[in-house]
């Protein structure tokens, strides 16, 4: 059975917001965003504050590790946030990447569903400069 898709977030990037700097231990780049969040779970935006920041090593290993709270409305109709913390180590940037991510929300209807740490994350180029996050439930 095949991992099913539950929540994508369409990520924009302002290149001029990018802040990065090399020194002798590596690489640092911090990546603000925002965007919106759509899918059968939950639809939204991504709130202010949104930043993946990257870590690349001298062996030119990079972790990549983005923090972000959406706000919008659960499948239940009730609104709700979810904060979403997105894991990824890779020897280059390679599309689509893969993810570990982990969630916290206030949904009474999500909660149950979401901190169940069943799931994982795939970043793939959208149209129009987009990176779409898309977030998948592994199946057993």
Request: glycine share 10%; hydrophobic share 40%; charged share 25%.
């Amino acid at each position: 059975m095949a991992d099913k898709e539950i929540l994508v977030i369409k990520v924009r990037i302002d290149p001029a917001a990018v802040t990065a700097f090399k020194g002798p231990a590596g690489e640092v780049v911090a990546i603000p965003f925002t965007g919106e969040a759509e899918g059968e779970i939950f639809n939204g935006v991504v709130r202010p504050g949104a930043v993946d920041t990257q870590r690349v090593n001298l062996s030119g290993v990079r972790h990549m590790s983005a923090r972000y709270i959406l706000e919008g409305t659960d499948k239940a109709g009730e609104h709700c946030h979810i904060f979403i913390e997105n894991n990824g180590w890779f020897e280059s940037m390679s599309m689509p990447f893969k993810t570990v991510p982990t969630f916290l929300t206030d949904s009474r209807t999500l909660a149950p569903y979401l901190h169940s740490n069943r799931f994982r994350g795939e970043g793939h180029p959208g149209e129009g400069g987009l990176l779409l996050i898309k977030y998948f439930e592994v199946e057993a």
